[in-house]
């Protein structure tokens, strides 16, 4: 009996001990990978500089990317403002939003290299006030200007940093493959070209991205939408070339869409792929299609 007794002892220690190891290593095998997905999380996270960012459509891209959990810096006029079109108080997403309150035009070089040094992705969503000061005050070459200078900085700082200005279907393609628009149409593009600067300024800014080529020291888009509306994310179409008239109605890109369609480029490398160098054009799904096929799908 004594020694049953003592077999009996030595069986349940020895099953305490195995499942005491089984539990240590299971919560170390558990730890590790807790370890190794915050660091693929880490890894996947992405820094974008975001300028226009109290705009219409900036906004979108801010609050789209603190969504998804990356960092956003911004370089706004006002940081009340910013925080004011947040969905949520800004202290809730902490050091992942980051805002500089200056006129970008007005940061020095070595600003604006600080700020774009460590991303993964600049945003251009800037725009002239529909104002008579915003339309024929001064900067008049806003777009331009910080196009060249962010490039300059991206160069200079962060050369594997995607580059997505956000253009106009109105601006042609500088390549010269978009269709020959209308008589009518031309005449009102060359109107509005020699009366309203910032038409002037959206084609210089789309030229100057061109003009950049397909050197490796930096990758571009120029997304163009149609005419724009507010409205919820939904379905759209990316076509190489504007459609058939310009003004046709029926044919608007939802603010938040184009916001989607310039987040999905930073974060799908496929995506990218597919429109890196070249200024596709957004429309809303429902709108019906009489031009380009539509070769890209929300």
């Known amino acids: 009996d004594i020694n049953m007794l003592g077999t ?10 195995i499942c005491s190891r089984q539990a240590a290593s299971n919560q170390q ?3 590790q990978q807790q370890e190794e997905a915050t660091c693929n999380s880490a890894m996947n996270t992405k820094t974008v500089l975001v300028v226009g960012a109290t705009g219409a459509t900036g906004k979108h891209v801010v609050q789209q990317l603190l969504d998804k959990g990356h960092n956003v810096k911004a370089v706004v006029r006002s940081k009340e403002r910013m925080e004011g079109l947040l969905s949520s108080d800004a202290s809730k997403y902490g050091e992942r939003l980051s805002l500089t309150e200056a006129s970008l035009l007005d940061l020095t070089d070595d600003e604006l290299e600080s700020l774009v040094e460590g991303t993964n992705a600049v945003v251009s969503c800037l725009g002239h006030n529909m104002n008579f000061k915003g339309l024929w005050g001064k900067p008049r070459r806003l777009v331009t200007d910080a196009t ?14 995607k580059f997505i ?8 393609n500088p390549n010269g493959q978009d269709d020959k628009r209308s008589a009518l149409e031309r005449a009102v593009i060359f109107t509005l070209r020699y009366t309203i600067p910032p038409h002037a300024d959206n084609e210089q800014a ?14 571009w888009s120029v997304v163009r939408p149609s005419d724009l509306i507010d409205g919820p994310v939904t379905e759209y179409d990316l076509v190489t070339k504007p459609r058939p008239g310009l003004f046709s109605p029926g044919s608007p890109a939802t603010r938040s869409n184009v916001a989607d369609c310039m987040v999905n480029m930073i974060l799908n490398d496929s995506l990218w792929e597919e429109w890196k160098y ?3 054009c957004l429309y809303d799904k429902d709108t019906t299609s009489t031009g380009a096929e539509a070769t890209a799908e929300k």
């Not at 009996?8 to 001990?17: D, E, R, W």
Request: charged share 15%.
């Open 148 to 161: 060249k200078r962010l490039t300059d900085a991206i160069k200079t700082k962060a050369p594997t940093s």
């Open 278 to 280: 070249k200024m596709p």
């Open 165 to 172: 200005l956000m253009g106009s279907n109105g601006v042609a």
């Open 29 to 31: 095998q558990s730890q």
């Open 8 to 17: 009996k002892s030595l069986f349940i220690f020895l099953t305490i001990l």
């Open 206 to 219: 789309a030229q100057y991205v061109h003009n950049l080529g397909t050197e490796a020291s930096i990758e």
